[in-house]
Nanobody, 123 residues
Framework: VQLQASGGGMVQAGGSLRLSCAASGRTFRSSDMGWFRQAPGKAREFVAAIRWTDDGTYYADSVKGRFTISRDNAKNTMYLQMNSLKPEDTAVYYC?????????????????WGQGTQVTVSS
């Protein structure tokens, strides 16, 4: 079972990036999935999650209105569209999946993790 995050890079403030998380080894069609990020010297924090039952979404207040999480079950892939990026969005972004329902904001409830992709936003 593997999650592979990609799409990170360097962008100027106000720019956009789209992250992808490709799953292999099993289907995550019936798993909640999420994005977390970790900035240098800080704890990993929740960014967004998507519920498998109805594609309901959850966002951290800091990214609400700027980021959009989505998934394509046919491709076994999840996305994070990031618009209006700010320097404080600079971090390593991780994708994750969990078997249990609810508690989308708690990283310890996620069972599978990708390796992370670096996002750097310059001012």
């Amino acid at each position: 079972v593997q999650l592979q995050a990609s799409g990170g890079g360097m962008v100027q403030a106000g720019g956009s990036l789209r992250l992808s998380c490709a799953a292999s080894g099993r289907t995550f069609r019936s798993s909640d999935m999420g994005w977390f990020r970790q900035a240098p010297g800080k704890a990993r924090e929740f960014v967004a999650a998507i519920r498998w039952t109805d594609d309901g979404t959850y966002y951290a207040d800091s990214v609400k209105g700027r980021f959009t999480i989505s998934r394509d079950n046919a491709k076994n892939t999840m996305y994070l569209q990031m618009n209006s990026l700010k320097p404080e969005d600079t971090a390593v972004y991780y994708c994750a999946a969990k078997e249990s329902g609810g508690y989308y904001y708690d990283e310890w409830r996620y069972d599978y993790w990708g390796q992370g992709t670096q996002v750097t936003v310059s001012s």
